[in-house]
């Protein structure tokens, strides 16, 4: 059976690119040596042009032309003087000529007595006259300026370049170009390698199509996921976050590239998110979520790249745990008060077998009572069987901790609008919150006062405990924000907001006539609607 053939390797994103810089730098260096070239070429041909006037001009101006022309041979006076001239200036010619074109001196003195070649221009009118012309010489450039008497144009002089100087000039002048070029071009090709070089550790020698499918798969997964994910730089800065979390932390659009601390999270999750050391399902409370967060450091290659931070939406599932909590709690009450029953009862068997008959009697008739007057104070107090129940345990198990619980006010079970669930989260966190407040002190007391009726239901729990400092009343119900070390009971208050806020209701927290905290929650119902 044939194999299929193995995908060829494709050429890494970093040698395309290293390949296109340095055509384009070669390209460019040519470039723009050629064009210097041709500069440097213009501004010999210009120098050569101004020269050759300044040198005509000169020899115009010079009185010894205008004695040489009155006298009967001006070429004998002049010929020299236009050598000597030429000489000393480096120029090709000097030609000193009448009005009639007729040469008084060249270079060749068999050309002497000869007409002039070449365009004159406008100086035989007086004005200054340069071409670029095919003379006996050869081609060259070349002025004409008038020689003046008082005003008038009697002479002509001619000074001429041949382009042979000029072009080598110019050769003399690429070496310098060249070599400028060539340095150019080397600085290019480093500059081409370094970028190359640190492109391709940072796109890991991969080919630009596999960059396009590890993105294109990085996006598909981030989008079915069912996790919250935000990964976080070094600098505590978010890089990458998918829709999960943006719903879950309820951040904005623009979260990419922004700090996690200016973010309003809480702060536990943000030390978390920032911190050295793995938090491994870490539960906060954010809004109307209870999360389960994990973070951990991010390494590439043995370096640290930042943070990974995944989130999991536990709302339901805590809520289901703590109507799990309750009827665990309410079942240890009961085994306790079943074990206590057995004692009891093991007391009221040996006081008959000691012919105690009639003590026995009244002690059994003592904790009848007392076990009614218990379950008739709370069931009195709260007709709805879920909360009398937790009501039940709670003082239960506050008798088994040495704490006196007690319980007051009025809930009337067929006009309550808020589900028994929330009711259970509200005040099984805040006696939880209660005990643990007191089970140190040497005064253990609770009250817990509950109002409830179809307009809402207000729910009082007061302990002597150490109360909450005035520092941290308006700490003790921000998300996630707990005093207590970690897990567990650390998010009962947090709940208790998050239930208050989803009712529209209030938590508020003060001092108790106990010596420590009352809290205050008030969950109205259901507004009515305008009959109108």
Do not use: C
């Amino acid at each position: 059976m044939p194999t299929a053939p193995a995908r060829r390797r494709e050429s890494p994103v970093a040698r395309q690119i290293l390949l296109l810089q340095v055509l384009v730098v070669l390209v460019l260096v040519v470039v723009a040596t050629g064009l210097a070239a041709l500069d440097a070429r213009r501004d010999t041909r210009d120098s050569a042009r101004d020269e050759a006037v300044t040198v005509a001009v000169s020899v115009a101006d010079s009185p010894a032309v205008l004695e040489a022309l009155d006298t009967a041979d001006p070429s004998a006076t002049l010929q020299p003087f236009a050598e000597a001239v030429r000489a000393d200036t480096a120029v090709d010619f000097v030609v000193v000529m009448g009005l009639d074109r007729r040469r008084y001196t060249h270079p060749t003195e068999s050309l002497i007595g000869e007409k002039f070649v070449g365009d004159l221009g406008g100086a035989p009118q007086g004005e200054v006259f340069t071409q670029e012309y095919v003379g006996t010489l050869g081609r060259s450039i070349r002025s004409v300026v008038p020689v003046l008497d008082d005003g008038t144009v009697v002479a002509l002089v001619s000074v001429g370049i041949t382009l042979t100087r000029v072009d080598e000039q110019l050769r003399r002048d690429l070496p310098g170009i060249l070599v400028a070029g060539l340095g150019a071009l080397a600085v290019g090709l480093v500059g081409a390698w370094l970028i190359s070089r640190r492109l391709r550790r940072q796109t890991h020698g991969l080919g630009e199509r596999e960059i396009t499918r590890m993105y294109e798969y990085y996006r598909a997964v981030l989008a079915a996921v069912r996790e919250g994910l935000v990964l976080v730089d070094t600098h505590g800065e978010v890089q990458l976050v998918n829709d999960e979390a943006r719903r879950l932390l309820h951040l904005p659009e623009d979260v990419v590239g922004r700090s996690l601390a200016e973010l309003g999270l809480p702060p536990g999750l943000v030390a978390a998110a920032v911190g050295d050391t793995p938090q491994p399902d870490t539960i906060y409370v954010l809004g109307e979520h209870v999360l389960l967060i994990s973070s951990a450091p991010a390494f590439w290659e043995g370096d640290e790249v930042g943070a990974v931070v995944t989130l999991r939406d536990r709302t339901e599932l805590q809520s289901v745990t703590g109507e799990l909590d309750v009827v665990r709690g309410l079942t240890d009450s009961l085994r306790a008060q079943n074990h206590e029953a057995a004692n009891r009862l093991h007391t009221v068997v040996s006081l008959i077998e000691m012919g105690r008959s009639e003590r026995a009697v009244d002690f059994a008739t003592e904790e009848l009572r007392f076990a009614q007057e218990l379950a008739d104070q709370v069931v009195g107090a709260v007709q709805e069987p879920v909360l009398a129940a937790l009501l039940l345990g709670k003082t239960a198990e506050a008798a088994e901790r040495g704490i006196d619980l007690v319980v007051g006010g009025e809930v009337v079970a067929e006009e309550l609008t808020v589900r028994p669930r929330e009711l259970v989260t509200v005040l099984g966190n805040l006696v939880d919150n209660a005990m643990d407040a007191v089970s140190e002190q040497s005064d253990r007391r609770i009250v817990v006062h509950v109002e409830g009726d179809a307009e809402g239901i207000t729910i009082v729990v007061e302990d002597s405990g150490t109360g909450v400092r005035p520092e941290d009343a308006e700490r003790v119900l921000e998300h996630g924000w707990s005093s207590k070390a970690n897990g567990g009971r650390g998010i009962g208050l947090a709940l208790v907001g998050q239930v208050a806020r989803q009712h529209g209701g209030s938590v508020e927290v003060e001092a108790s006539d106990l010596g420590g905290a009352r809290f205050t929650v008030t969950l109205p119902g259901p507004r009515s609607e305008d009959p109108r």
